[in-house]
Each structure stands twice: as C-alpha cells, then as structure tokens.
C-alpha cells in the first residue's frame, strides 16, 4: 500500500534519514519508534508529504507519489499538539476537510452535518459539537483531530506523537481506544512514538528507527525477542550489557561460560553479551547449572523481585517471582548459581560506530544495570 | 506582541508591588504630576486655544477651503496608504514567520529601515530620486508625470514611514501560533487562498486591527516626511499637520489649534479604539493560552 524506497533527507548537515526503505500493508498499524532526532518524525512527514525527500521515492499503491503535495495526497494527519483550528468550533474543525472540496465533490451541507456528527459519535464527544478547542481537554481535542483526519477518509492515517502530551492515564486509555478504532475501521494506519510500551502494546509491526536509519522491522514480539542489534536490544525493556569474551564458539562472561554457536568461526574477540533480566534463572548451589553469584540487593516491586548480583566483576541485574523468591530466600551475601536462558551476543568490532550510539554510552548502561 | 505584553504587565502589576504606602503615594503622585504636565496640559491647550474665540469661530477656521481640502488630501493619503500596506505587512509577516529562507533576516531589517531612518530623510529620498533633478526626474517630466511636489509623492511617503507597523504587530503573533494550523489544512484538501481566509486571517485579527490603527494614526499625522515632498502648495498638496505649520506661521493661532485639535481627536479616538482591543483581545489570548 506505501512503499518508501531508498529515502534520504538532510537539514542542513544534519542527515534526518540515510537511505530508509519501508513497506506498509493495507490495513496495517505500523510504529515507527525511536529516540528523538532519530529521523521518525521525518518520514511520517515525507509520507504525509509536508516534507519531500531528497533522494528516493515514496509510493502510494504501486503509483509515484513522492512529489505529490499534501492537499492532493489524501493523507489524515494527527498533529502531536493537535493543531485544531482555535476559532472553529468542534463541528467546523471536523467538517473542514470536507467544505474545502470543490463544488462537484463536496457533499451537501445535511450530508456533511451527518457526516460529522457520526464521526463525533465515534469519538464518543456528542454533544460537544458547538465548543471552541480551548473548551476542551487535551484527550477531548486529540479525539477532535482524530476526527477531522478521518472525516476525509483518508488513504492512511498518520499520527505523529499522537499521545505524546497527554498524562498517563488519558494516554493509556487512548491508545486502547485506537487500537479497538483500528480494527473496527480496518484503516492503514503510521505512527510515530518514543515510548516503546505504546507502540508494542498498539501496533502490529514496529519499525524501530536511530540516527536516520531503520535498527529492525518486525511484530512486537520478534521485536523484543530477537533484537537485531544492540541498539534495539537497549531501546526495548530492561537489560544487561555485559562485556565479554568470545573464543571459538563459546562466550566467556566472566566466570560463566555460555554457548555462542553463530561465532564458531571467531578465534579470540571482545563481545558483548546482552541478557534479559527475567531470562535469568537463580537457583540454589547444587540444585541448577550455571555460575555462582553473590546476592548484593533485593527489593520487591509489586509482582516481581529484582535481585542485583555480582558475577566476577560484572554486576548484573535478574527478575524473579515473588515465589521463587520465597523458595530461595534470598538476601544480601548468600551465594546462588546464575544461568541465562537465553542471551545475544554482539562482537565488538562488528557494531562500533554503526549502531550504537558510543562506547562510552554502553560503558555507562552496563555500570547503570 | 504589544497587546499581550500589556495584558500580561497588567496581570502582573497586583502582584509585584510591595512598597510601603507613602512610597506609592509618592510614585503616584509623580506619575500622574508628570502625566498631567506632558500629556495632558498640552491636550487641553490645544482645545483652549482652538476655543478661545468661541465655538462659532472654532468651525469656521474648520470650514474653511483651504483647511477641508487639507482634511480631504489627509483621508486620501490614509485611504491608499493603510490598505497598502495592510496587504505588504500581511504578506512580509507571512513569508517571514511561515517560511524559511535564506534573506529573512535581510527581510527583517529591511521591514525596520522606515523607524530607524528620520522622516525628513526618506522624504528627501524621494526628492532626490524623482524630483525635477533627480535619477528618475528627466524620464517622469518626459512621461508628464508628477510624483514629487504632487499628491503621489506626499502618498508615497506616507506608506512608505508608515510601513512597519502592520508588519511589526504581525510577524511575533505569526510567529508564535506557527504553521501546524495552515499544514493541518493543507493535508485536509484546502488551497493556500482558502488556508490564508479561513486559517491564517482569523488567527491574526485582533493584531491586524492594532496594526491597522497604529498605522492609520502615524499615516494621517505624518510631517517630516510629507513636508519635504509635499512643496506645502494650500488647497492642493497640504494636509492637515502641514496645515497646521503654515496657519501657525502666519500667527493664525486659533485656526492652527482648530485644525490641531482634529488630529488631537485622532489621536483620543485611536486610544480609545487601542484600549478596547486590548481589552477584547485579552480574552482571546487567555484563550488561546489554555489551548
């Protein structure tokens, strides 16, 4: 449905994408999630066509739309601070795109009367039809600009931040809402967060972006299962970065040594492992396999135990139940052996100056966890 | 924003005063001492003197020939040079705060250049350049055209030191609302003459009627400028603050006043008007402040 190819633009020095390719299916919810100047924003204007790219080009259902103008690409947009048009009542701003059409297209007035208070319904703000933008809430005038995207019946609906400046509970609220919005309404749908818990718990594909380019595509759950690379590794949930080494097939994290098959072929190279808190397994001496680690920190957060522990000299953060917890009886000093159920390991040499953003930065999550 | 610094001043004001009472009393009374003695014993010279020999003798010098067709050439003035530069300001404010380019600092300075050049000097400007023995002189004398001397010349002028108050007002207003509006409509299906109407205009109202004011105050009480184009022939390229120079220069003291006191009222008229918008526009800016 739009295919972005090989999609470049620059402000001034500042290269905002480096050659992004990007497929997006009918009817598909698609995040595009990143820190920020991570050139997201970009590419949800270049589809929208507010921006035009420098090089490539952006495809609308297989026809050449990289240099068709907003007004003629029958795009919704959702503007992160709404952009609602302050002098317009509720049923004007929604029924703008509609009275803007030429004479043969535009609808008749009850038409569009109907049209909007549908629409309104929709959005569950009946009865605010006649309130000025500063009448309302921000969720009430995030769902206004909803509403006027969709009352043009776009082609794609792009959001950009689209509960960016909402407090929490509204937010989360909203997300649900348009999740459900989106299944009933079947429409392709792109938008733009940093905040990773939105966009694996509202999209069906995650496009995680850095520094221009696209880190990895996939469902949330390839997505936080199998990280491409470091950076996504880091950007998605809580994790260990632990140095390491790895020699003919095996990674040495510390005293814990670890199976690393994909570097059978790699002699001796500094790596770095990542481990997933809840991927590590605590047991008694004797009881499981892996290495001894010393217990340094426990506390209880509601329905998890986070146990921090030193490994060698790594010190390394692991998540339990609270059962499990109680089996073990665990306290500061005692000695548990750690196993990993699973890690990735990423050599050294192999991402440096691509993906992650410093060394230093690595350095300074690793002493964090 | 002028009209925003104001309100929010004003806002302030309850807050920030902490002085003993004797202190305000004394800051008052000095406030309204050099108010009175600057402001307001001229103001009420000026209608004493235009009086002084009774009401009959106060409309006569106003019905004079001379005195209506300065009044008539002032409006003219003021009808072509306002809505000019209502469309220029317009416009210089919305390349300016809605787009980026490379001359927009040149823009700015070049918007400025009538408030920092003396009146007199752009009026001779003008002089030099299409006078009798101007750059462009020959060719207009040729062509039978007038410029200086002559009505066109005094219009010319007048929007040009008139020329950055629209704009002025406009471009921080712009500047602040950004262009999300006019891009959500654009992405709606609507043509940059539809955005302009229907979105940008809207936004800027208020601020384009302060603009408008400020423009038509200093439009009809223009002199440096005017004086040097002008050629102060009676009846024909006078208006009414060049009048006023002449009447006062023959001694026609009561009839300088009268035909002062108009501009004086302008002058009221154009406070009250500036009084009144601030005080509807506070409560779109408050408004827009919750948006």
Redesign the interface.
């Known amino acids: 449905m739009i295919d972005a190819r090989n999609v470049r633009k620059t402000f001034g020095s500042f290269a905002a994408l480096n050659d992004v390719s990007l497929n997006i299916a009918e009817g598909e919810l698609v995040a595009l999630l990143g820190p920020s100047g991570s050139g997201k924003t970009t590419l949800l204007r270049i589809l929208?066509?507010?921006e035009f790219p420098d090089s490539g080009s952006v495809l609308f259902d297989g026809g050449d739309a990289t240099l068709v103008?907003?007004?003629?690409?029958?795009?919704?947009?959702v503007?992160q601070?709404y952009?609602?048009?302050?002098?317009m009542t509720v049923f004007d701003n929604v029924a703008?795109?509609l009275k803007?059409?030429s004479r043969k297209e535009r609808p008749s007035k009850a038409e569009i009367a109907e049209r909007v208070h549908h629409l309104l319904s929709m959005v569950q703000l009946d009865g605010l039809a006649l309130r000025?933008?500063?009448q309302l809430s921000g969720g009430q005038?995030q769902r206004v600009a909803l509403a006027?995207?969709l009352?043009?019946q776009p082609r794609v609906l792009l959001l950009d931040e689209p509960f960016g400046a909402l407090d929490a509970q509204v937010r989360k609220e909203l997300r649900r809402w348009l999740r459900r919005l989106h299944d009933e309404l079947k429409i392709t749908g792109v938008f733009v967060t940093h905040d990773q818990e939105e966009a694996l718990e509202v999209a069906d594909r995650v496009v995680v972006m850095n520094q221009g380019r696209i880190e990895q595509i996939g469902t949330p759950t390839e997505i936080y299962d199998q990280p491409a690379t470091p950076f996504v590794y880091q950007f998605l949930g809580n994790v260990n970065a632990l140095p390491c080494r790895i020699r003919g097939g095996q990674a040495e994290i510390g005293p814990l040594v670890m199976p690393a098959p994909s570097y059978a072929g790699v002699a001796d190279a500094a790596g770095v492992a990542f481990v997933r808190p809840h991927d590590l397994l605590l047991s008694r001496p004797g009881e499981g396999g892996g290495s001894f680690a010393v217990v340094r920190h426990v506390s209880v957060l509601g329905a998890v135990v986070r146990v921090e522990l030193s490994l060698g000299e790594h010190i390394i953060e692991a998540e339990t139940s609270r059962q499990r917890h109680a089996e073990l009886e665990l306290a500061p000093g005692q000695r548990v052996l750690l196993w990993p159920r699973q890690a990735r390991f990423f050599l050294r040499d192999g991402w440096e100056g691509t993906t992650l953003e410093s060394r230093e930065e690595l350095a300074r999550t690793s002493a964090m966890l | 924003m002028a009209i925003a610094v104001e309100i929010s001043a004003a806002r302030r004001r309850s807050r920030a005063v902490s002085e003993t009472l004797w202190v305000k009393g004394l800051l008052t009374a000095l406030g309204v001492a050099i108010l009175g003695l600057f402001l307001l014993l001229p103001l009420a010279t000026v209608f004493g003197e235009a009086f002084s020999k009774g009401a009959d003798a106060y409309f006569a010098a106003l019905v004079d020939d001379d005195a209506l067709a300065a009044i008539r050439l002032t409006l003219l003035v003021a009808v072509i040079a306002v809505p000019l530069n209502v469309v220029f300001g317009a416009v210089a404010s919305w390349c300016i705060a809605k787009f980026d380019f490379r001359a927009k600092s040149l823009l700015i300075t070049l918007i400025d250049i009538p408030f920092s050049v003396s009146p007199v000097i752009s009026g001779l400007i003008y002089v030099l350049l299409f006078g009798l023995q101007g750059w462009f002189g020959p060719w207009l004398r040729d062509h039978d055209i007038k410029l200086i001397f002559a009505v066109p010349g005094i219009v010319l002028a007048t929007v040009f030191v008139t020329f950055p108050f629209v704009a002025r007002e406009l471009i921080p207003l712009m500047e602040s609302q950004g262009t999300e509006e006019e891009e959500a409509a654009v992405v709606l299906g609507a043509s940059g003459w539809r955005i302009f109407w229907t979105v940008t205009v809207p936004n800027i109202k208020w601020g384009l009627l302060y603009g408008v004011l400020l423009c038509n105050a200093r439009a009809m009480g223009e002199f440096g400028a005017v004086s040097v184009v002008s050629g102060h022939v009676r009846g024909v390229t006078n208006t009414m603050p060049l009048h006023v120079e002449i009447l006062y220069n023959e001694y026609n003291y009561m009839a300088a006043f009268a035909v002062a006191s108009l501009l004086a009222l302008l002058a009221l008229v154009t406070l009250a008007a500036k009084a009144l918008l601030v005080w509807r526009f506070s409560r779109e800016i408050a408004a827009d402040a919750r948006q």
């Open positions: 929208g066509g507010l103008s907003a007004r003629d690409r029958h795009v919704g947009f503007f601070h952009a609602l048009f302050r002098h703008f795109g803007v059409r000025y933008p500063s005038r006027r995207a009352a043009i």
